[in-house]
């Protein structure tokens, strides 16, 4: 009909929406280097009311492919959703497929979590769209085999995270609103690593050192504001509104709020930067989701 857009993934044709969350990491501390060159890490992770969003349709002919919605400049062999989809085809020794595609709003590079979330996404969804019926830590664990943030996105619960970010302890965390704020560079997580300046010999931390409120260092936030000028100045533009913090090893900050109005007054007060605000969440959407009919 003229004048009306058509759906581009409708459920008449078979398609699911599902929907991959952002992360954030409210503090980050390296305590040591391992013999097999991983870091033992410390994080804590908070899911968050906003995200990508994966769709899926399954396929009778065991074809997995890519429909449009591609991150730009990643080949379709090293797409996470399409890896995830056939390791998961793979483990399960499934005979069907699925058209995949994904719907951008976390940023590449950002720390947000983008590519693990869409990989958790699309183990968990297809996991019920394939009836296959594997629990959730089977799920994790190939999680495990795509990023090291994969498995705290199949879990679903905000955690206290150590090892290299997949040894889990589900923790409550307050309602709380965050400011995030994307400066655009993108440090690949290898390089920085590596960097000299990078502290990697933290002393051990408990859960209750978090709670506290003794724990909110990020220990890749004094390199990336040493190398990146673009993030520096997004940290000087966000102290104008409270305590900004870095997520992760990408260049994302944020800040954090009690309760939307205070986010949005912040978010009014800012300029020159791409920010926006989003809802914590006290347990994946994901998660959510699998409630509902299919």
């Given at each position: 009909?003229?004048?009306?857009?058509?759906?581009?993934?409708?459920?008449?044709?078979?398609?699911?929406?599902?929907?991959?969350?952002?992360?954030?990491?409210?503090?980050?501390?390296?305590?040591?280097?391992?013999?097999?060159?991983?870091?033992?890490?410390?994080?804590?992770?908070?899911?968050?009311e906003w995200?990508?969003?994966?769709?899926?349709?399954?396929?009778?002919?065991?074809?997995?492919?890519?429909?449009?919605?591609?991150?730009?400049?990643?080949?379709?062999?090293?797409?996470?959703?399409v890896r995830?989809?056939?390791?998961?085809?793979?483990?399960?020794?499934?005979?069907?497929?699925?058209?995949?595609?994904?719907?951008?709003?976390?940023?590449?590079?950002?720390?947000?979590?983008?590519?693990?979330?869409?990989?958790?996404?699309?183990?968990?969804?297809?996991?019920?769209?394939?009836?296959?019926?594997?629990?959730?830590?089977?799920?994790?664990?190939?999680?495990?085999?795509?990023?090291?943030?994969?498995?705290?996105?199949?879990?679903?619960?905000?955690?206290?995270?150590?090892?290299?970010?997949?040894?889990?302890?589900?923790?409550?965390?307050?309602?709380?609103?965050?400011?995030?704020?994307?400066?655009?560079?993108?440090?690949?997580?290898?390089?920085?690593?590596?960097?000299?300046?990078?502290?990697?010999?933290?002393?051990?931390?408990?859960?209750?050192?978090?709670?506290?409120?003794?724990?909110?260092?990020?220990?890749?936030?004094?390199?990336?504001?040493?190398?990146?000028?673009?993030?520096?100045?997004?940290?000087?533009?966000?102290?104008?509104?409270?305590?900004?913090?870095?997520?992760?090893?990408?260049?994302?900050?944020?800040?954090?709020?009690?309760?939307?109005?205070?986010?949005?007054?912040?978010?009014?007060?800012?300029?020159?930067?791409?920010?926006w605000v989003?809802?914590?969440?006290?347990?994946?959407?994901?998660?959510?989701?699998?409630?509902?009919?299919?």
């Open positions: 009909m003229n004048g009306v857009s058509r759906e581009p993934f409708p459920a008449s044709e078979g398609w699911s929406a599902w929907p991959a969350p952002a992360k954030l990491n409210l503090f980050l501390q390296i305590v040591r280097r391992r013999a097999d060159g991983y870091h033992q890490l410390q994080t804590v992770f908070r899911l968050l995200g990508d969003t994966v769709h899926l349709r399954p396929r009778s002919d065991g074809v997995i492919a890519r429909v449009g919605g591609s991150v730009p400049g990643v080949a379709e062999d090293r797409d996470l959703l995830a989809a056939k390791l998961l085809k793979t483990a399960s020794n499934c005979a069907l497929g699925a058209d995949i595609s994904v719907e951008k709003r976390i940023p590449a590079g950002g720390g947000f979590g983008g590519g693990s979330s869409d990989a958790a996404s699309v183990l968990v969804a297809l996991n019920r769209l394939w009836r296959l019926g594997l629990d959730t830590s089977a799920l994790a664990e190939l999680g495990l085999r795509l990023g090291a943030d994969v498995p705290v996105f199949v879990r679903g619960d905000n955690a206290w995270a150590e090892g290299v970010g997949e040894q889990l302890t589900p923790l409550a965390l307050p309602p709380a609103w965050y400011v995030l704020a994307d400066p655009g560079v993108h440090v690949p997580t290898a390089e920085l690593f590596r960097a000299p300046d990078l502290t990697r010999h933290a002393a051990p931390a408990k859960i209750s050192d978090f709670v506290s409120g003794n724990l909110l260092g990020n220990a890749f936030e004094p390199v990336l504001r040493r190398r990146e000028p673009a993030v520096e100045a997004a940290f000087q533009v966000l102290a104008r509104i409270g305590k900004p913090r870095l997520t992760g090893s990408g260049s994302g900050c944020f800040v954090e709020f009690a309760d939307r109005a205070s986010a949005e007054a912040g978010l009014a007060e800012l300029s020159g930067l791409r920010a989003v809802a914590g969440a006290a347990r994946s959407p994901l998660q959510a989701s699998l409630t509902e009919p299919v």
